[in-house]
C-alpha cells in the first residue's frame, strides 16, 4: 500500500524492517519473513514500474543488532529477490556504550556513536556476503569526514549522516564528500 502511494514521486524506497521504536518490526528480519515481504514489494515494483514507465530502486534499511547468520540470510534474501541496495545501520538497543549514563537504561534506539562501530561489523559482513553485487549505504556515528571514510573502507558505496549532521551542521556533509574524495 505504501510502495503504491510514493512510487509516483519517490527517486528510491528504504524498506526499513529494523527500527527498535516499532513493537515485532526486527521480526521482519527472519529469513521466512524477508523473503515473503521481499517477494511482494519486488513485485509491487515491476507492477508500478510498467505503470509509471520508470524503476524507482529499492533498498532495505536492517539493524546493527543482528548475527552473521542472520546477515548472512538478509544478503542472500537482497540477491534473491534482487533488491537494489541496503541500508546498514539503523540504531541499536545495545546499551553498552551508554552503560552508567544518566538515561543510558531508557527504551528505543541510540543513534551516533554508540553505534559506529556495530554498523561497521554489519557492513564488513554485508561486504563480504554481496561483493558488489548492489550498493551498501554506510548509516551510524558518522561525525567526520574521518568516519565517513571508515564506513566506506568497511565496505559502503555510499553513506549517510543523520545524527552528525544535528550536531555538526551542513558543514559535516562536505568534510565527509572531501575526505571520501582525497582517500581514494
Known amino acids: 500500500l505504501c510502495l503504491n502511494k510514493v512510487y509516483p514521486y519517490a527517486s528510491y524506497v ?3 524492517i529494523s527500527s527498535p521504536n516499532t513493537k515485532n518490526l526486527r521480526q521482519l528480519q ?27 530502486p529499492i533498498t532495505l534499511k536492517i539493524a546493527p543488532d543482528i548475527d552473521s547468520e542472520q546477515i548472512k540470510n538478509i544478503a542472500e534474501s537482497l540477491l534473491r529477490h534482487k533488491i537494489d541496495g541496503v541500508i546498514a545501520t539503523n540504531t541499536t538497543i545495545t546499551r553498552d556504550a551508554v552503560k552508567g549514563l544518566q538515561h543510558g537504561e531508557e527504551a528505543g534506539g541510540l543513534s551516533g556513536e554508540p553505534v559506529f562501530e556495530l554498523s561497521n561489523k554489519v557492513i564488513r559482513a554485508l561486504k ?7 550498493p551498501i549505504i554506510g548509516v551510524g556515528g558518522i561525525f567526520s569526514g574521518k568516519d565517513a571514510v ?28 572531501l575526505a571520501i574524495r582525497n582517500n581514494k
Open 128 to 134: 563480504s556476503e554481496l561483493g558488489d553485487a548492489l
Open 30 to 56: 527472519g529469513a521466512s519473513e524477508l523473503d515473503d515481504l521481499l517477494s511482494k514489494l519486488k513485485d509491487a515494483q515491476q507492477r508500478l514500474a510498467d505503470q509509471h514507465k520508470r524503476y524507482v
Open 150 to 177: 571508515a564506513k566506506m573502507d568497511a565496505g559502503a558505496s555510499l553513506v549517510q549522516v543523520y545524527s552528525g549532521l544535528i550536531y555538526r551542521g551542513p558543514a559535516l556533509v562536505r568534510e565527509c564528500a
Open 14 to 16: 528504504t524498506i526499513n
